[in-house]
């Protein structure tokens, strides 16, 4: 009997250490939920977000001193989608950092969502993870509301969002937009949404920083466009990113071909691709800024011009290297100039409707060796040589 009692003991003890240790006698150890508790927090403050629920956001978070308010930030931005999606988090105790895309869409613009990398940090009280700061993940750009409040001016065809802008710059801007969409429409005959999204940063670092790359290789640079080349038609949105040094000192014709230049770039995302040499790009948004103003090439091509009177004509057009925004502003400016001529030329020689297929050939080929080539045969009926030495003669006819 005393060994019978004493191997039950014995047994009661093995079978309360394995449930106090839980991981030994075959069991399952605790499960960590920390992601799933964060998935759910980011779901709960993007909801809030979406419907401008405060009181929900603020649930969501605990923040520091001096910690940016992101829904203040956002409050005036119209709003289709915004939703986190956690790629990485490491906790350590209560406290932990993760890493999100945030995927979001603007209302009435944008055809898919755009994705930002955020980088967030986290602290866990009473039970529960909460955010105490958001902000762009390491090496990626930023978005606008990281730089401050955004204002917004929406148009028929245009929605202009700022920083630092008053109610009046915004609609300054927006009615800018608004007069270059028709003029993109009425110059390039192709299908698209017709719709433009310009964003005005405070300061030229903050349109370096939404470019995420050094403000230096953007100083004097009015305007850029961003977004996906090519005719795959997933491309979700494009923003044109004003300067507001170099846009600001500009008057209202330059203002008005800048940012037709940069919305022709919008209407012909799907049909440029790798194949489409830079002067064709530049030079047909150009030729469209530029179209019906009455500006001459002697007034809209000063540095080719010059140049061209000193007798040092350019033998072929430009390479894409030569319009890179760091190198030479003189450089740059007949880079520009010159591919401009070479648009208008074709549009005066061989028409307008003619100038916007050759566009299109180009960007249909698959990759640029043989491209311009093709579409000079297949559409213009001519050749490199015969072409450079037609565009040669044009610029001394009109610049000489």
Partial sequence: MAGHGRGSTAA????????ALLAGCGADPVPDTAADDVRR?????????????EQAYDRTERPGRGVPDLFDRV?????????????????????????????????????APLTA????????????????AERPAKKSGEQLWDQGRVGADRGRHSLVLGVGQSAAELRAHRDLAERAVPLVRDAWRQKWPGRIVVLVPRTLDGMAGLLGAPASGYRGIAAVTTGETGGS??????????????????????KRVVLTHEATHVATRAHTSAATPLWLSEGFADWVGYRGTGRTPAQAAPELRRAVQRGDLPGALPEDDAFGFDGDAEWLAGAYESSWLACRMIAEQWGER????????????????????????DV?????????????????????
């Fill in 12 to 19: 009661a003890l093995c079978a309360a250490l394995c449930l």
């Fill in 41 to 53: 927090l980011l779901d709960r403050r993007a909801r809030a977000v979406l419907d401008g629920d």
């Fill in 75 to 111: 409050e005036d931005v119209p709003l289709e989608s915004w939703d986190y999606r956690l790629t990485d988090l490491d906790r350590s105790g209560g406290e932990a950092t993760a890493r999100a895309e945030l995927h979001y869409r603007l209302k009435g613009y944008d055809r």
């Fill in 117 to 132: 990398e955020r980088a967030l940090t986290l602290r866990r009280r009473d039970g529960r993870w909460y955010v105490t």
């Fill in 233 to 254: 038609g997933r491309a979700p949105a494009d923003r044109i990113i004003l300067n507001p040094e170099a846009y600001g000192v500009l008057g209202d014709f330059g």
């Fill in 354 to 377: 003619r100038l916007a297929d050759f566009y299109r050939a180009v960007g249909a080929h698959k990759k640029r060796a043989g491209a311009v080539e093709g579409a000079l045969r």
């Fill in 380 to 400: 213009l009926d001519t050749t490199p040589a015969d072409f450079t030495a037609r565009w040669r003669t044009y610029l001394r006819a009109e610049l000489g």
